[in-house]
């Protein structure tokens, strides 16, 4: 009998032990316990069993206490818990930039971001487009997504339907054709491995491919590695490379994990049907920003984002970006007239101030070097360190403005070219066309010392007193009457200048060279085109006759650059130097052949003068 009140005392105990224990087995009452009470015939205990079923009852009645005490543990346990995994997940999504998420990626979901205020979307939206933009400019910006062109001969190049954006997309090609063409290594490199600093590798003497032999072997995911680098660069150098800003809008919260892009592309236009941006509180309402500080999760959000960057919005996201990126007081700071909108009236442009913002992470409005004084505390600002790529504009041929070495002289031979309307890419396959020979490293630098005295926002003169400051830092010595007759009007202009270095001797600092022989350069520059325009010369046979393709233009330019003389020395023969047995022996100097021109033509010669250009087809146009 004890045996077994000890085994169910046992069981008991077990019982009470058990995370989701079952019900307990109770004793019967402790009124049965009596002779009265019970059964008919049974006979009546004795004190000591009496006394063991009392115990036995209470230690039952013991663990069914303890077993509903586990029961509350176990709820308040699990309470807490799922009070504290709420509270990880609110945190992780804070530290991401936003509450919802968005499908799409291949590492699973990521967050859409956060909220603007309504003051940060009124002040975006003003500083972006103004207080009186049209419906028109409206309508070029939110209809102009980042893709590539589907055309096989500019595949490469991202294609542009309406104007306007056409700032935006001009840098962001350049940068993608610096990575296709001169660091394809890094496109080879996964983006959670990304490197610390952006192409990195140093410009390389060795020619690539020609362009059609670059570009046909290139593929959808290489284009798409090129354009998620490309734009994190922008970024992070609008952020002074420590953070990013990525804009995305919250009604794009579909999963499409594991769909094909064009199923992708489908989806996102759907959602963007009856999206209208008018003001700064449609702005609010739909757009979200994650802001990102390591590389590798930034080019994480930015793959998973392409698609959203292809919709119709992806050019106006892109530009939030970077001005979010950079910050919106920075902007306003970098500035000369905060007041006016970025994007110009009356025909949508994208304004210099945009363009210098994506290329060199300041949006300052002039393309010179560094800072101009223009006294009582009065500067304008230019571009103050070298670039990854570059810029020339036809307005520097019509003498309205003048272009700094950091913009003409950029780390890769890609520039972003600037006409009156639009903007278009010039780039190069070999480095070396920006190889100088030991001409034209002394006049780069004499330049350069001249510019840093020109205070008269590109003109091309400079006062006496500066003059005598380059003279002694490029250790000029000129003689007495030469520099007396220089300085007889007050003023120095630089073809002047120009005009004696070229006859001073080279023991003196200057620059002349009874050879003749200054190295004459030839290569080959293209030229690109991403406003989608009818090819005269890729004409579709319809059964109506020959019909033009609309499509990007990319054209190839042969480009021959004469020794720099003047135009009197051009002409006149010149002596070979030590050679007495022949006193008048002479070089033959001959004219280059005369070349084709349209307005591509005057910018490049803005970065080699008198260059003389040819080309098959139609001419490149840079409108």
Known sequence: MADQEEEELRMALRMSMQHEPPEPKRSKPRDNAGGSGGPAGSPEESPEVKSRKVQRELMAA???????????????????????????????????????????????????????????????????????????????????????????????????????????????????????????????????????????????????????????????????????????????????NKRVAIATLSILDYNTEGAEDSSKDDVIAKALEILSIESGSDLQKVMRVGTYTSQASAFQRLEAMIPVFRSRMGAMLFLISALLSRGLDSVQTDRDDPSQSLVTAPFGHASQEIVN??????????????????????????????????????????????????????????????SESHYTVLFALDTSVQDENEFERRETQIRRAFDAQDQSGGGGFISVEGFHLVLKETSINLPPEKLDHLCSSGFIVWSE????????????????????????????????????????????????????????????????????????????????????SSKDAVVEVTKPEPSQHAPLVDCIR????????????DPPSIV
């Open 62 to 240: 013991a663990a069914e206490r303890r077993m509903m005490t586990v029961r509350a543990v176990s709820a308040a346990q699990m309470t807490e818990k799922s009070v504290a995994v709420a509270l990880e997940e609110k945190r992780l999504g804070a530290t991401a930039g936003g509450q919802k998420f968005m499908g799409g990626s291949k590492g699973g979901n990521l967050n859409l971001g956060k909220e603007l205020t309504l003051a940060e979307a009124n002040q975006l939206f003003s500083m972006v487009f103004g207080g009186e933009v049209t419906r028109d400019i409206l309508a070029q910006w939110s209809n102009q997504g980042i893709r590539f062109s589907s055309d096989p001969e500019t595949s490469m190049g991202l294609v542009q339907h309406e104007g306007g954006p056409c700032g935006v997309l001009a840098a962001i090609q350049a940068f993608v054709l610096k990575y296709l063409l001169f660091v394809p290594d890094e496109l080879d490199q996964a983006t959670t491995n990304v490197p610390q600093t952006f192409g990195s590798s140093s410009p390389s003497r060795s020619e690539c491919s020609a362009a059609d032999d670059v570009f046909s072997y290139l593929t959808e995911d290489r284009m798409s590695r090129a354009l998620v680098r490309s734009m994190g660069e922008i970024l992070f150098l609008c952020g002074n």
């Open 357 to 418: 913002l994506l290329l060199c992470g300041q949006a300052v409005a002039h393309v010179f070097d560094g800072r101009m004084d223009l006294g009582g505390g009065m500067f304008l600002k230019g571009i103050s360190t070298n670039v990854e790529v570059g810029f020339l504009t036809l307005l520097e041929s019509l003498n309205f403005c003048k272009v700094g070495q950091y913009l003409k002289c950029p780390k890769w031979p890609i520039w972003v070219v600037g």
């Open 497 to 580: 200048f120009w005009q004696v270095l070229l006859d001073l001797d080279k023991n003196l600092g200057g620059l002349k060279d009874s050879t003749g022989l200054m190295g004459k350069k030839v290569f080959d520059l293209y030229h690109f085109n991403g406003i989608a325009k009818s090819d005269l010369n890729g004409c579709q046979v319809s059964s109506g006759g020959e019909t033009p393709v609309q499509r990007p233009r990319l054209t190839k330019l042969r480009v021959s650059v004469p020794p720099r003389w003047t135009p009197e020395e051009f002409m006149a023969d010149v002596k070979l130097p030590g050679d007495s």
């Open 606 to 617: 803005t970065r080699w003068p008198r260059a003389t250009c040819n080309w098959f087809g």
